[in-house]
């Protein structure tokens, strides 16, 4: 049976989210191209109808990881955004967590077009949150600034507490003591104004 252009493209959309979740969670290095389609329920031979190479796929992947989280920031208050990532329970689940955390590190030895992904994700990730009624006293600079302090803190936090055993005391006390860090250095909330009262009329 022919497959249709739009069944095509769903199926190359769950190529692409499946393999976010496995190279979340093992890496780019850790996952084969036939384990990687067996897991999304297509055989080896139909991924080269997909995708040019590898590399390929793992910049959209990452693309794709990367949109993830910044649909969780999108309109989030900063600090809601840190205290849910700088967490047990993000530390703890890496194929559905940040792509900035779970592959930044493999990220340096990939090719430009990966590399270029994360910048993008990145710059995503800034602009949106840096938009927020916390950063409204700041100029664009010191907000872009502010933001980029942030995550760099939220992700070394998660990548340092991963670097512990699970059951580590330390583990749980880089999440606690970078998330009051970070928590403690972002500006309040802007104070919402009061309506004036209407005067009534004579």
């Not at 205290?83 to 530390?91: G, I, N």
């Not at 077009?113 to 990730?125: D, K, P, Q, T």
């Given at each position: 049976?022919?497959?249709?252009?739009?069944?095509?493209?769903?199926?190359?959309?769950?190529?692409?989210?499946?393999?976010?979740?496995?190279?979340?969670?093992?890496g780019y290095d850790g996952v084969g191209v036939a384990d990687l389609m067996a897991a999304a329920g297509f055989t080896h031979g139909g991924f080269y109808k997909q995708f040019g190479s590898k590399t390929d796929l793992i910049a959209e992947a990452t693309a794709c990881g990367i949109g993830q989280t910044l649909a969780?920031?999108?309109?989030?208050?900063?600090?809601?955004?840190?205290?849910?990532?700088?967490?047990?329970?993000?530390?703890?689940?890496?194929a559905d967590g940040c792509t900035l955390?779970?592959?930044g590190g493999d990220a340096a030895r990939q090719p430009e077009?990966?590399?270029?992904?994360?910048?993008?994700?990145?710059?995503?990730?800034v602009a949106g949150l840096s938009q927020h009624s916390r950063f409204s006293d700041l100029d664009p600079e010191?907000?872009?600034?502010?933001?980029?302090?942030?995550?760099?803190?939220?992700?070394?936090?998660?990548?340092?507490?991963?670097?512990?055993?699970?059951?580590?005391?330390?583990a749980d006390e880089i999440l606690a003591v970078g998330r009051d860090a970070i928590l403690g250095a972002l500006p309040a909330t802007a104070p919402a104004e009061t309506p004036r009262r209407r005067r009534k009329a004579a």
């Open positions: 049976m022919k497959v249709t252009k739009a069944q095509a493209q769903a199926n190359r959309a769950h190529v692409v989210e499946t393999a976010s979740h496995l190279f979340r969670e093992r969780l920031a999108s309109g989030a208050d900063p600090a809601e955004f840190v205290s849910q990532y700088v967490s047990r329970a993000h530390r703890d689940h890496r955390a779970a592959l077009s990966v590399r270029s992904a994360f910048v993008e994700g990145i710059e995503g990730l010191q907000a872009r600034a502010k933001v980029l302090e942030m995550l760099t803190q939220a992700v070394g936090a998660i990548v340092m507490s991963r670097a512990c055993p699970d059951d580590s005391r330390l």
